[in-house]
């Protein structure tokens, strides 16, 4: 999958993410460009890992991490909506957006349908400035609601200030 943070294709309540319908076949086949594309991979092919990447339009190369998951397909790990979690931690998670990245510094939350309050991601991780998860205002993530679809906001005591990014998204299986 690649997903464009300004646009709305892939934001958390799209139904592409618990469909088995393609989106722009084509886009599959042009790289780490700003082209948006769901490929038939993501319902028919089982993995144990996910390398998830993000870039700044303006910018050439995009940062990535790896998190060891299996499933029988993405597809599989999301529609369902259940959160699933994992345990690669906030500053991985930062990386992807690089030293400009911001979190409130509680609740911490991550892995696969997130919520917290107002906030979701389909991937990522939430912050919160209180010592809950039940309001959570920042996140960093992929398949976002409200403001971004794919990137990081961080306000309300964000650990680098307020920010918000809407990057290209990169989600990869192996």
Known sequence: MKMDGKKATFRYDSRFWKNKESFNLVGGETGFDNIETKL?????????KICLGMKFHHKENAQFIVINKTADSLHSLISCGQHRATSVG???????????????????????????????????ILGNNEHDCDSCDSKLGFGAN???????????????????????????IQ
């Open 90 to 124: 906030r500053n991985t998670w930062k990386s992807l957006i690089g030293s400009e990245a911001s979190l409130q510094p509680n609740c911490n939350k991550e892995g696969f349908n997130v919520k917290g309050g107002p906030n979701q991601v389909r991937i990522g």
């Open 40 to 48: 038939p991979t993501y319902w028919g092919s089982s993995f144990t």
């Open 146 to 172: 409200h403001h971004l679809t794919c990137g990081n906001r961080g306000v309300h005591g964000a650990d680098n200030g307020d920010k918000l990014f809407k990057v290209m998204g990169y989600i990869l």
